[in-house]
């Protein structure tokens, strides 16, 4: 069988469960894994045999791609913001909107230097990694609950030679610190409510950690109203606060932020026109 054969045979298959853009993707990113071939690769190469040995691990991982389990989890990597980082089932995989929040950030700090940044709910690192490579000589604080999660992170950053400081914290009981420690405080924590499952793909539902996913559906902001009331203690004065939210509750969490002592607060959509971020200034005292 040559790699043109074995593409469109494996493709063929894929579409049972995917669309064909779809489907081609997932077969280039296989063979990227397993040869090392870059697209170019695939091309030059279409008229070569394939061995049995890895038309045998494509169909492993197409066995699995058809059980819905995603591909980030097959190869234990994501991309996100340029960067190759480690993901499992302890850790959510980054996505594109996420970028879209690291885009906000250094846009607004439009080049200054020193800034104190805590990222809250790391899960991979993606965001406080992605910062701690795009800001000016910044300090970054992370943390997750979960432990597994948190030694994820770290080899992320270790492998990407980037500095973070992580710890394991339950950003539902943080203490307020004595004085105001932060510049930014960012997070991205769990904001899909229990009765919106029905509505997720298998791959999701299936595969990544439920606890980075849902929050009750009577009380949807718990994460975001309990970081709201640790930030408005430990950003100094005239620090930003930034959330990745979900978009059906924006409007109360906007007023949450207001009344918990945040000045600009202001709602941004991300490139679908989706209402996906949110942004608050701690005022002057």
Not at 31 to 52: T, W
Not at 129 to 154: G, T, Y
Not at 170 to 188: C, E, F, G, K
Not at 200 to 229: C, G, K, T, W
Request: hydrophobic share 40%; charged share 25%; with cysteine.
């Amino acid at each position: 069988m040559t790699l043109r054969e074995c593409c469109r045979t494996t493709e063929q298959r894929l579409r049972a469960v995917y669309a064909e853009s779809e489907a081609k993707w997932l077969v280039r990113i296989a063979f990227e894994h397993i040869k090392g071939y870059s697209q170019v690769d695939m091309l030059m190469k279409a008229d070569e045999p394939v061995s049995e040995y890895i038309i045998e691990k494509v169909n492993e991982v197409t066995d699995r791609l058809l059980r819905h389990e995603p591909v980030q989890y097959i190869f234990g990597e994501a991309r996100f913001y340029g960067l190759r980082l480690k993901v499992n089932s302890h850790t959510l995989i980054p996505r594109p909107e996420t970028e879209e929040l690291i885009d906000m950030i250094v846009r607004d700090a439009n080049d200054r230097s020193d800034l104190h940044v805590m990222d809250a709910c790391t899960g991979s690192g993606c965001i406080a990694i992605a910062l701690a490579r795009n800001l000016v000589f910044p300090a970054i604080d992370a943390f997750d609950i979960s432990s597994e999660a948190v030694k994820v992170a770290q080899e992320n950053a270790s492998a990407l030679k980037t500095r973070v400081n992580f710890s394991t914290a339950d950003a539902l009981a943080l203490t307020a610190p004595p004085r105001p420690l932060y510049d930014i405080i960012v997070s991205n924590p769990p904001y899909i409510a229990d009765g919106e499952r029905m509505d997720m793909s298998r791959n999701v539902l299936d595969y990544e950690p439920h606890i980075a996913l849902f929050v009750p559906d009577d009380d949807p902001l718990r994460f975001y109203r309990a970081i709201a009331h640790y930030a408005i203690a430990a950003l100094n004065h005239g620090g930003r606060l930034y959330f990745e939210i979900n978009p059906i509750y924006a409007t109360g969490l906007a007023t949450e932020l207001t009344e918990t002592g945040f000045d600009n607060v202001w709602l941004w959509p991300d490139i679908h026109g989706r209402t996906r971020f949110a942004t608050a200034t701690r005022p002057a005292p």
